[in-house]
């Protein structure tokens, strides 16, 4: 392939943008996209992508939107040679087109103070999974830690998030109404109690599991009742925004697994061309898709 | 509940960390179980410096919403 002259590689293009290798309006050149998960990389593979740039670019990187480093400029007669040798420190080709793009993730509970779960496993097991099947149309996944919603888990096809259901534990508490002050969707009502204290109650409909209660309470009177993922389907940026609906609250881990896959199954079988999953959700009611996934239709 | 406050600080437009660190300074002159009152903005300084205190071991008593500005009573520990 790396003979060939510009004008014969017309013919792979499709297969080319499949792995990442996407031809700039410079019709000779092409941008490498690579790919990270969750945005990872060592530093050794970093110095491996700079010395590529270098050798077989123009020394020019991009920092794409889905925490991926693009190499720009790099002539089509050397695109192999720089695969290969970024293969050499275990740096891959990402991937464009209407397929699954790169996992994105913030760094969850490996570093952050607010991350409920790990989001680097996850992360890794929808790349090993899912990475580059063919979709209707694009499909994206992220994976955040918790409510914060740094990796933008409602802006993706299939978002998933770290969640914790809080639960009020009367004995402990000093009742100073902090949680009432800082929580950030109102859901925590003070109630009166006869004997002058107070009960202090969570409105789920209005709680958005975030853990910013049983984080700060003085008193360690709100608990974690329960740890899990909340999963958003249907999310886009692009031409025709739309946030992701929610599917299903606080799963666990096998049942979140079955979700996803049920949910991507459906949209290859369902989507339209150039349709995002989003998009068919609405043509096809997103109460009635949202059923069908959760039955397992 | 009458609190006996020792100390009060206003940090109100005093910005993350540096609101936590005053408040720090301001324990650190305090004996174990006196009390401190400062006044917090609403948003970040809210979010951050009782989950700060407490990480600290002190503890929050009392929380006074102030409208866009909280109260907040703070035991030395």
């Known amino acids: ?297 | 509940m009458e609190f006996d406050i020792k100390k009060k600080l206003d940090l109100r437009n005093v910005s993350c960390p540096m609101n936590f660190v005053k408040t720090k300074v301001a324990l650190d002159s305090l004996q174990k179980d006196e009390l401190l009152e400062v006044i917090l903005d609403e948003g970040d300084a809210m979010l951050n410096v009782p989950r700060s205190v407490k990480e600290e071991g002190h503890q929050v008593v009392k929380v006074e919403n102030m409208g866009t500005a909280f109260m907040v009573v703070i035991k030395k520990g």
């Open chain 1, 1 to 297: 392939m790396s003979e060939k002259p510009a004008r014969e590689l017309w013919g792979d293009l499709a297969a080319l943008k499949k792995i990442g290798m996407v031809q700039q309006k410079q019709k000779e050149y092409f941008a490498l996209r690579l790919r990270a998960v969750g945005g990872d990389l060592t530093s050794a593979q970093l110095r491996k992508i700079v010395e590529v740039a270098d050798k077989y670019g123009r020394g020019e990187l991009h920092l794409s939107t889905r925490q991926g480093i693009e190499i720009h400029n790099v002539h089509h007669t050397d695109i192999e040679n720089a695969r290969k040798e970024l293969e050499t420190a275990g740096v891959y080709m990402g991937a464009c087109g209407p397929r699954v793009r790169i996992i994105v993730a913030c760094p969850g509970n490996s570093t952050c103070r607010w991350g409920i779960i790990d989001t680097k496993t996850p992360a890794k097991e929808l790349d090993s999974k899912y990475f580059r099947e063919d979709t209707p149309h694009k499909f994206k996944l992220a994976v955040t830690g918790c409510p914060h919603n740094c990796a933008k888990a409602t802006e993706n096809d299939i978002g998933v998030m770290g969640a914790i259901l809080p639960a009020w534990r009367g004995d402990a508490c000093t009742d100073c109404g902090l949680c009432v002050s800082i929580c950030p969707t109102n859901a925590i009502e003070k109630r009166p109690l006869p004997d002058g204290k107070s009960r202090y109650v969570l409105l789920e409909d209005k709680c958005i599991n975030c853990s910013i209660c049983t984080s700060s309470c003085p008193a360690d009177s709100w608990v974690v009742e329960k740890r899990g993922y909340n999963l958003f389907i249907g999310g886009t940026m692009g031409k025709i925004p739309r946030l992701g609906t929610i599917l299903k609250k606080l799963l666990d881990k096998p049942e979140l697994d079955t979700l996803i896959e049920r949910s991507l199954r459906y949209y290859q079988k369902n989507g339209r061309k150039k349709e995002r999953f989003g998009h068919m959700l609405d043509r096809l009611g997103a109460a009635q898709v949202k059923q069908e996934i959760l039955d397992g239709v």
